[in-house]
């Protein structure tokens, strides 16, 4: 089956950084788009970064300038580096990759999240 495996969530104190990463296995993946979002206790769950298989990037306006999206598509792996954190980015993060044609979805995967707290 097609599994999604985040890694690299922890504590970290404000200022700090991260780099998250998630692979799929199980599965061929044929350009997929892939994100990362993100859900705190209380809050609706939201697109934090995107990338396109054409590495379109789309960011959340709360993390311009501190986070970077980057993808390996012959690894079918994503990467999120997270600089200057802040409390309020504390919240489970969640990889995505789909891809889909018109208003067609050929397949939408998700891992099962990394928790990420920002805290002194």
């Known amino acids: 089956q097609v599994q999604l495996v985040e890694s690299g969530g922890g504590l970290v104190q404000p200022g700090g950084s991260l780099r998250l990463s998630c692979a799929a296995s199980?599965?061929?993946?044929?350009?997929?788009?892939m994100g990362w979002y993100r859900q705190a206790p209380g809050k609706q769950r939201e697109l934090v970064a995107a990338i396109t298989s054409g590495d379109i990037t789309n960011y959340a306006d709360s993390v311009k300038g501190r986070f970077t999206i980057s993808s390996d598509n012959a690894k079918n792996s994503v990467y999120l580096q997270m600089n200057s954190l802040k409390p309020e980015d504390t919240a489970v993060y969640y990889c995505?990759?789909?891809?889909?044609?018109?208003?067609?979805?050929?397949?939408?995967?998700w891992g099962q999240g990394t928790q990420v707290t920002v805290s002194s």
């Open positions: 199980g599965g061929i993946f044929r350009r997929p788009d």
């Open positions: 995505n990759m789909h891809r889909s044609v018109g208003v067609i979805s050929l397949y939408d995967y």
